[in-house]
């Protein structure tokens, strides 16, 4: 593939071709919106793109990606421009925007809606919870549905209803040589297996059809604070009760310092704490029968017991990732969580060749546990791309931060957090690898599933058209 960051001049691309019966817009460094549309939620993120393409609809993007595939340009594709390392933004290639096409159109009768692929997660949930319906989603809203779904799709609904790559009935695509393809069980279902937790690797899908499900309007969430000296028992218990939570349960943990929130009294604000608790979509005092188990370690310091509707739940943490701070992660799934993995989960990375970023324990990253099984367990290992099925939970390793010059130090204690755990890890999640690179990409897959992706890249994308994300190399490209 021929990097394009030596392209200065958009005429040498031929770009009046690409203009003629393209409804979008396309920008040049120099238009309006330019700058803006190059931005992505990691303010870490600086590229230039030669051009963006704002694409309209499905024939745009089949114009922009031939194009693009033509010139050796570098192709990105951006939805919602979560990916932490925002490979969607090509520094001097094409970054096809799908900001435009963000339509969803809901049956309530039937319990489908139809998706358009720069549709974000609160679109989504907006349209279909006027009929108290909903798929699984993720956890802040304005993540795009695209590069979730594609991925796998883990949501507070996936324990109950599995992840949203399960309940995709069909998809819409444009493949790497600009043709315009339906992938469903009947249609290309060898792309329909490969697009449910492969990634991006495939095309570029602008139309998903999910199901929706009866869910309700309300939601409950728990948690309970504790000081890292009574933690572990307290995270014990939590892992007790994992394997036979109700499948509207969502059980979660966290290991950071607090901020100034108002569920705290002023004494526990920007202290090192613990939390463990859920998340129940459904009737709120159905939820709060969990509780009681959850306590029996001990009581907490403080805790947060609140009742909210969906929409406010898949809002809750939007702030809290807003776009404009400096981000980086590190992921693992664990299939058991030993005692010395609880440990490992509450040092946040102190100790681990190193320790604070500046000795303040803020500047540690924090952690969190979200729990799988029920229905994503269910799913047949065979039926999608997406791996470990068989996760107890899911963890993270997440710092953030405003400041420039902490980058190489909030990077390293993610990384040292990271490699505390990795000694319990199972795999990894692939829409939580950053820059792990082909060693990533083998511990999100099985070898088998691993081949038969390369055999779909083969079929689908022999170019490497679509590299730009965590990449299915073809066959011709050697050993990882």
């Not at 029968?289 to 609140?306: E, F, M, S, T, Y």
Request: hydrophobic share 40%; charged share 20%.
């Amino acid at each position: 593939m021929t990097q394009a960051a030596n392209v200065t001049n958009a005429d040498h691309l031929g770009l009046a071709a690409l203009r003629r019966g393209f409804a979008g817009q396309l920008l040049l460094p120099s238009a309006d919106g330019y700058q803006s549309a190059r931005r992505v939620w990691n303010a870490m993120v600086d590229k230039q793109p030669t051009v963006i393409a704002r694409c309209a609809s499905p024939a745009d993007v089949a114009a922009a990606v031939r194009f693009g595939a033509e010139r050796g340009l570098d192709v990105g594709v951006r939805c919602g421009g979560h990916s932490v390392l925002g490979v969607s933004v090509p520094a001097g290639g094409l970054l096809v925007d799908l900001s435009l096409l963000q339509s969803v159109r809901v049956d309530p009768d039937r319990r489908r809606a139809w998706v358009q692929g720069g549709a974000l997660l609160g679109n989504l949930d907006r349209a279909a919870q006027p009929f108290g319906l909903a798929t699984t989603a993720g956890n802040v809203s304005h993540t795009g549905v695209g590069g979730l779904t594609l991925g796998g799709g883990m949501g507070w609904l996936a324990r109950r209803l599995a992840l949203a790559c399960d309940n995709v009935t069909r998809f819409q695509v444009v493949t790497a040589a600009g043709e315009l393809l339906h992938a469903s069980q009947s249609e290309h279902p060898d792309l329909y297996w490969g697009l449910r937790g492969g990634g991006g690797n495939f095309g570029v899908v602008t139309e998903f059809e999910f199901r929706l499900h009866p869910v309700g309007q309300a939601a409950l969430l728990v948690d309970l604070f504790y000081s890292p000296e009574d933690a572990p028992r307290n995270l014990r218990r939590w892992r007790d009760l994992l394997p036979d939570a109700p499948r509207q349960a969502t059980l979660t943990a966290w290991a950071g310092t607090s901020g100034r929130w108002p569920f705290l009294s002023p004494a526990l604000h920007n202290r090192p704490l613990a939390s463990v608790g859920y998340v129940w979509v459904g009737e709120p005092d159905q939820g709060r029968k969990l509780l009681p188990a959850l306590r029996d370690a001990g009581p907490p310091l403080a805790q947060r017991v609140q009742k909210l509707s969906y929409l406010e739940l898949q809002r809750i943490d939007d702030d809290r990732q807003r776009h404009g701070l400096r981000r980086y992660w590190q992921g693992h799934f664990l299939r058991e969580l030993a005692d010395q993995a609880i440990e490992a989960f509450l040092s946040r990375g102190a100790g681990q060749g190193g320790g604070r970023v500046d000795g303040d324990p803020g500047s540690l990253p924090s952690g969190s546990l979200q729990g799988y099984g029920g229905a994503i367990a269910a799913v047949g290992d065979d039926d999608t791309a997406f791996a470990h099925r068989d996760a107890l939970v899911e963890f993270v390793a997440a710092a953030s931060w405003a400041d420039a010059a902490e980058d190489q130090a909030r990077m390293a204690a993610a990384r040292r957090y990271g490699a505390a755990v990795a000694p319990f890890a199972s795999g990894v999640y692939v829409n939580a690898l950053t820059d792990e690179g082909a060693g990533g990409v083998r511990r999100a897959y099985s070898p088998g599933k691993l081949a038969r992706l390369v055999a779909l890249k083969d079929r689908y994308d022999p170019g490497n058209v679509f590299h730009l994300n965590h990449n299915i190399r073809p066959s011709w490209a050697g050993p990882r």
